[in-house]
C-alpha cells in the first residue's frame, strides 16, 4: 500500500519562508514525476511545480524565482522551499508522484497541508 505524507506547513508572514517535504513509503517500484499542487479556498487545484526522476522541473508562472523544488531519489522524498511568501500562496499544500507499485501504475497523492500567509 502506497502513501503520501506532507509536511512542514503552518503559519508565516508575508515575505517569509517555509519548506515543505513529502515522503513516499510502501511498496514501490519506482516513482517517475513527483509534484505539489495547491487549492486555496473557494478555489480549483492548480499546479505549483514539479520534478522529474531526472530532475528536470517545472513551476507555475505565479511561483517562478519564488519556489525550488527538489527530490531525493533514494529516500522517495520531495521537496518544495517557499521564499518570499504572499497572501496568495495561502492554500492547502498537496504533494503527488506517478509512480509505478506491484498492483499499479498511477499517480498517487498525499492528504495535503495547510499554508497560511498572513500577518
Known amino acids: 500500500q502506497v502513501q503520501l505524507v506532507e509536511s512542514g506547513g503552518g503559519l508565516v508572514q508575508p515575505g517569509g519562508s517555509l519548506r515543505l517535504s513529502c515522503a513516499a513509503s510502501?511498496?514501490?517500484?519506482?516513482?517517475?514525476?513527483m509534484g505539489w499542487y495547491r487549492q486555496a479556498p473557494g478555489k480549483e487545484r492548480e499546479f505549483v511545480a514539479s520534478?522529474?526522476?531526472?530532475?528536470?522541473?517545472n513551476y507555475a508562472d505565479t511561483v517562478k524565482g519564488r519556489f525550488t523544488i527538489s527530490r531525493d531519489n533514494a529516500r522517495n522524498t520531495v521537496s518544495l522551499q517557499m521564499n518570499s511568501l504572499k497572501p496568495e500562496d495561502t492554500a492547502v499544500y498537496y504533494c503527488?508522484?506517478?509512480?509505478?507499485?506491484?498492483?499499479?501504475?498511477?499517480?498517487?497523492w498525499g492528504r495535503g497541508t495547510q499554508v497560511t500567509v498572513s500577518s
Open positions: 503527488n508522484a506517478d509512480l509505478v507499485s506491484p498492483i499499479a501504475k498511477r499517480v498517487y
Open positions: 510502501g511498496s514501490i517500484f519506482s516513482i517517475n514525476t
Open positions: 520534478i522529474t526522476s531526472g530532475g528536470s522541473t
